[in-house]
């Protein structure tokens, strides 16, 4: 409890390096072992940070369809490996495809779990973060509305899917090119929302005087503090020290 | 269905369409359990307007957002055509046809969204607070197309916080408060 205190109280510039150090792994690593050492690392990461394993578990079942998806695409359209099932000449489940499906999932599964640390800092304390790293406010406003808002995008889709099946659509009984038919429907309201919603945004913090001084004034300041050097520092050795064992 | 902002109506109309699923007792739709009905054979029966009609607006133009639904049910391209321009002169849309719908006035954007609800030809409405930002003038309007469609025998359900325009087409009004029923005319009344 105190542990998580810890790491969820580090300064959200700390968990920006964790976050980087992390996903950066998850694209430069090939091997699908060296993978799930580091998938393992931001599993057991994410733990200390107090981050829900359900949400996790939600999103990795999201996966299972990529996963099956890429492992057959991954079998018939590479050469090498042993066909475990065949269609004929055609391997459509191969152990070359199984590896390389996995291999997709886990850099997915590791960006995802990962970003989920950077949600245990308020938005605000992200701007303030990006500011103190010279980046400009706008951009680091962006971000956190980004942040803000992707939660609610979801929640949006979910709910034009369901406007769109109380038209009479009825999903189950389309057949799969219908369906995704149906799927690009979802796409014009999800743009037009996103539109609308980042215009009135825009003119809400013009209008409170977003942009008004060249210079910012902020009554939170963060000063990192010894452990969020050691843990940045460490992540950043670590990571050096991890490619230097293996390459 | 009449009550202040917060008494539960949205809710309630949620849960009728099978929105929502009720944590308590059941709804019926012709005598079946809501909880067993998927969205689209509810939809095919029930038409739901939402509070806001950009919710229920997908296609890039007026025309398209009539005619996609009956596309996509397989229906054949004549009798979709009339569907829609009949649809499209009985709201006064037919001058907006090549429109991009999300640039619509809010009057404009209301009557697509009652009109592709329509379309479908259900046999019954919930109406999600229609009156929400329609001036006097499309409120006389919508009420217009109402008592039309009361006279071709759609049942509907109205949810609104204004009582006159509610109670004006009324055969039963029910008043909500706090997520409880206070007040149901819990008889059929004969239409103002």
């Given amino acids: 409890m105190i542990l998580t205190e810890r790491f969820t109280g580090l300064d959200p510039r700390t968990k920006l390096v964790l976050v980087m ?16 050492i580091v998938w393992f690392l931001t599993l057991s990461l994410a733990a200390l940070f107090g ?11 999201m996966l299972f369809g990529i996963f099956a998806a890429m492992a057959i695409i991954q079998s018939v359209f590479t050469t090498g ?16 495809g199984l590896e390389r499906a996995g291999g997709v999932v886990l850099r997915l599964l590791i960006v995802v779990v990962s970003a989920s640390i950077m949600a245990t800092s308020s938005p605000r304390e992200i701007v303030q973060g990006l500011s103190q790293w010279r980046i400009p406010y706008e951009l680091a406003f962006m971000v956190a509305v980004a942040i803000r808002f992707l939660p609610l995008l979801r929640q949006e889709a979910l709910e034009t899917l369901t406007a769109l099946q109380l038209r009479g659509v009825a999903l189950e009984q389309l057949p799969w090119g219908r369906r995704l038919r149906v799927y690009s429907y979802l796409l014009m309201p999800m743009i037009a ?19 008004a001084y060249s210079q910012r004034t902020a009554y939170r300041v963060l000063r990192p503090r010894p452990f969020d050097y050691a843990v940045g520092g460490g992540m950043l050795v670590g990571m050096g020290l991890f490619l230097w064992i293996v390459y | ?14 849960v009728l369409a099978g929105i929502l699923k009720p944590t308590e007792g059941r709804a019926f739709l012709a005598g079946k359990d809501t909880r067993t009905l998927s969205l689209g054979a509810i939809g095919q029966a029930v038409g739901y307007l939402f509070q806001e009609p950009e919710r229920q607006i997908f296609a890039p133009s007026v025309y398209e957002e009539l005619a996609f639904v009956l596309r996509l049910q397989g229906k054949p391209p004549d009798v979709i055509d009339h569907a829609v321009n009949t649809m499209l002169g009985r709201f006064d849309l037919s001058a907006l046809r090549d429109r991009f719908p999300f640039s619509l006035s809010r009057g404009e954007k209301q009557r697509l969204a009652l009109a592709a609800v329509l379309v479908n030809s259900p046999d019954y409405l919930i109406l999600d607070e229609p009156t929400t930002g329609l001036d006097l003038k499309n409120k006389r309007r919508l009420g217009g197309y109402l008592e039309e469609l009361l006279d071709a025998g759609v049942g509907m359900m109205i949810i609104s916080h204004d009582r006159a325009f509610a109670t004006g087409y009324a055969t039963r009004v029910i008043e909500l408060s706090g997520g409880v029923v206070i007040r149901d005319s819990d008889r059929t009344l004969h239409r103002a």
Avoid: C, D, Y
């Fill in chain 1, 51 to 61: 981050v829900g394993w359900r949400p996790i578990l939600r999103r990795s079942r």
């Fill in chain 1, 81 to 96: 490996g042993h066909g475990f099932l065949w269609l004929g000449p055609v391997s459509v489940i191969s152990s070359l």
């Fill in chain 1, 193 to 211: 929302g996103v539109m609308s919603k980042s215009k009135e945004l825009a003119l809400a913090v013009e209008m409170r005087g977003f942009r």
């Fill in chain 2, 1 to 14: 269905m009449i009550g202040p902002n917060g008494s539960g109506k949205t809710t309630l109309g949620k």
């Fill in chain 1, 21 to 36: 150090v992390l996903s950066s792994l998850g694209v430069i690593l090939q091997e699908v072992l060296l993978l799930g």
